[in-house]
Nanobody, 124 residues
Framework: QVQLVASGGGSVQAGGSLRLSCVVS????????LGWFRQAPGKEREGVAS???????AYADSVKGRFTVSQDNDKNTLYLEMNNLKPEATDMYSC??????????????????WGQGTQCTASS
């Protein structure tokens, strides 16, 4: 059973930074893609970043240049470094894992396992 546990959310000033972590267990690194998603109140969940076991990454246009996804395969941990957070951004961030290690994806339907969310807020 694949399990994902996210942490690291919080509140920062606009322009500030947060680093999210997600410990993943019960899976074979080379068989899965991992990703981060976010959901603002009243909006659909959207893909933010995706990473494969070999380090290839993909980002939503809205976060390119500000967010960095990475993973530590020895620690089975996924990270999302978020810089220059936009003001009034209040999103629930979730990590996810999907079968298929050859394709990056920011689509929810390509992910099979989800961790609980961690709240992130950037205030002006």
């Amino acid at each position: 059973q694949v399990q994902l546990v996210a942490s690291g959310g919080g509140s920062v000033q606009a322009g500030g930074s947060l680093r999210l972590s997600c410990v993943v267990s019960g899976y074979t690194t080379s068989d899965y893609r991992l990703g981060w998603f976010r959901q603002a109140p009243g909006k659909e969940r959207e893909g933010v970043a995706s990473i494969l076991w070999d380090g290839r990454t993909a980002y939503a246009d809205s976060v390119k240049g500000r967010f960095t996804v990475s993973q530590d395969n020895d620690k089975n941990t996924l990270y999302l470094e978020m810089n220059n957070l936009k003001p009034e951004a209040t999103d629930m961030y979730s990590c996810a894992g999907g079968r298929g290690a050859s394709c990056l994806s920011l689509l929810r339907s390509w992910y099979d396992y989800w961790g609980q969310g961690t709240q992130c807020t950037a205030s002006s």
